[in-house]
């Protein structure tokens, strides 16, 4: 049974950082893009990042570049998303999620989610 398993959230400050990392265990990792969501209240599950298996291509949601990191670590079968400069408007439940194949933004959507991790971010 696949599990992706999110940790890092936490409560930080404007202007700090976080590092996110999510394990995916079972996961024949090489063959998955990953990606990191992240839903507010009150709004939908949106893209944050995406990589593909070598980490050669990447997908940053516009509001997100140059704050965001993704990356990965295939021998670990761990994706990471450093957040940096934080911002309120960061505040929300952040998921990694998998998706077979190589399209970086892949149109049958993603098979496998984690469990969420929440990131506070203060005034």
């Known amino acids: 049974q696949v599990q992706l398993v999110e940790s890092g959230g936490g409560l930080v400050q404007a202007g700090g950082s976080l590092r996110l990392s999510c394990a995916a265990p079972?996961?024949?990792?090489?063959?998955?893009?990953m990606g990191w969501f992240h839903q507010a209240p009150g709004k939908e599950r949106e893209l944050v990042a995406a990589i593909n298996w070598s980490g050669s291509s990447l997908y940053y949601a516009d509001s997100l570049k140059g704050r965001f990191t993704i990356s990965r670590a295939n021998a670990k079968n761990t994706v990471y998303l450093q957040m940096n400069s934080l911002k309120p408007e960061d505040t929300a439940v952040y998921y990694c999620?998998?998706?077979?194949?190589?399209?970086?933004?892949?149109?049958?959507?993603?098979?496998?989610w984690g469990q969420g991790t929440q990131v506070n971010v203060s005034s």
């Open positions: 999620a998998a998706a077979y194949g190589i399209e970086l933004i892949p149109t049958r959507g993603y098979d496998y």
């Open positions: 079972g996961l024949t990792f090489r063959s998955y893009v």
